[in-house]
């Protein structure tokens, strides 16, 4: 999972930056003071001001043609968009096909892989804890997980705000040879760290933003030991259930319940398109491996903004957005702000999705696809939100950067 990938995956390093499952930035950044136009957890909404448009009839005629443009640019096959504004209406479409082989349309009702939003759920589901007593955000994570590099000085913040220092696993050259020459193998969560753990910590704790799936993979395994569940059955009974997310899912293995989508990627040793959509999720786990629809991720979206599920003071501190080194985003604890749009993006194999709530408008933003093709170093994704946004909230346009790696080399910064 990752995000901000340029191109497709032509050469080995490509390909370890398009298995990076991330969602956000897989860049490294400095601390300092919040980025220009980040929230902080007083103010997460930093617009100046509000620029709606009711997405009217006219409006939805530019919005149709903005999606269709974005679908022939990257190769789309298939794209569902749903825009929600209370008071001034909505915009849900389905555009492409869902199977190439058989001709379905792409559907409103289907599931799909969503990728790095998936660390928005397992981070909730920690931040659950922590208003359970059972976990401090503060605690090391060798409290919770032995033998990791700097475990006695690395947080549980420090892991949810991407600061960790720790190596990404999916860059790692033998886990990106052991993935592409079976898709379908089952790996542990301790043989995915063990690829990070023969690399060296990166720098200490809390120095920089840099964005690692390592991190998650931890996290998870913090849930469990605290909790005395698997990460599986927790976030079922504390996340999906209080959520009424009746069509999400952390997938036990392969499993994809109909109807979905089949998922199109070209992150492959030829560069030659792949049907991904069986791809095993467990290299992902934690980091990636849920499945979602329209419906729910719109629910969630809010939810996640808005501390639903969390103790007021426990949003607060998941909303005290630090800078990334990009403009107008920053990174809070599992969540991001993209000017003003506060949720989180998601890249596989196969998917791209895009899950937002702008809460100066109260306006809820979906986006699923289904392939991980990019467009000029951009995620499809990426360019889908901000073509909507462009048009409907031009005060709050929604851009994440495509990453500034250069081709044919791994990339340290993740967006999907």
């Known amino acids: 999972m990752r995000g901000w990938r340029p191109g497709r995956a032509r050469t080995h390093g490509r390909i370890a930056a398009a298995l990076a499952t991330a969602g956000l930035l897989a860049v490294t950044a400095c601390t300092g ?26 409006v939805a005629a530019q919005l149709d043609m903005a999606v269709a443009g974005v679908m022939r640019q990257a190769g789309v096959p298939g ?38 939003v998936t ?21 090391p994570v060798s409290d ?21 220092g720790l190596y990404p696993y999916t860059d790692d050259p033998d886990f990106d040879k052991d993935f592409l020459s079976d898709p379908d193998r089952v790996f542990t ?20 933003f840099q964005y690692s799936n390592t991190n998650l993979i931890l996290l998870g395994l913090v849930v469990e030991k605290a909790s005395g569940q698997s990460l599986r059955d927790y976030l079922r009974e504390q996340v999906l259930e209080p959520g009424h997310l009746d069509h999400t899912l952390f997938p036990a293995g392969a499993e994809f319940p109909e109807p979905h989508a089949q998922g199109y990627t070209e992150q492959t040793p030829d560069g030659e398109e792949a ?40 949003q607060a501190q998941r909303l005290k957005m630090l800078p990334t080194g990009f403009p107008g985003t920053a990174y809070g604890l599992g969540i991001f702000v993209s000017h003003g749009w506060i949720g989180h993006n998601g890249s596989l194999p196969g998917y791209q999705t895009v899950a937002v709530y702008l809460p100066s408008a109260k306006a809820t933003l979906v986006v699923l696809s289904n392939t991980d093709n990019n467009y000029q170093g951009n995620e499809n994704s990426t360019l889908f939100a901000k073509a909507v946004t462009s048009i409907v909230t031009p005060g709050n346009v929604y851009d994440v950067p495509p990453t500034q790696t250069a081709p044919g080399s791994p990339s340290a910064s993740p967006s999907g």
């Open 189 to 208: 969560p301790q043989q995915l760290l063990a690829y990070s753990f023969k690399h060296p910590v990166g720098f200490p704790p809390g120095q920089k």
């Open 79 to 116: 794209v569902i968009v749903g825009l929600w504004i209370p008071g001034k209406g909505s915009y849900v479409r389905s555009f492409g096909i869902a199977d190439k082989s058989s001709g379905t349309a792409m559907s409103e009702a289907m599931r799909m892989r969503i990728g790095s």
């Open 119 to 139: 660390k928005t759920f397992t981070v909730t589901a920690l931040l659950r804890l922590v208003d359970a007593g059972k976990v401090g955000l503060d605690d």
């Open 33 to 58: 003071a919040p980025a220009s136009g980040a929230p902080s957890a007083a103010d997460p909404t930093p617009s100046p001001g509000v620029s709606v448009r009711a997405p009217n009839s006219a």
């Open 275 to 314: 049907n991904a959509t069986n791809w095993d999720p467990s290299w992902a786990w934690a980091a990636g491996a849920m499945i979602s629809d329209l419906s729910d991720l719109r629910a969630w979206a809010r939810i996640l903004a808005m501390g639903t599920l969390l103790e007021p003071a426990t």
């Open 144 to 164: 919770y997980v032995k033998d990791v590099p700097n475990g006695e000085r690395i947080t549980l913040r420090q892991l949810a705000e991407m600061r960790s």
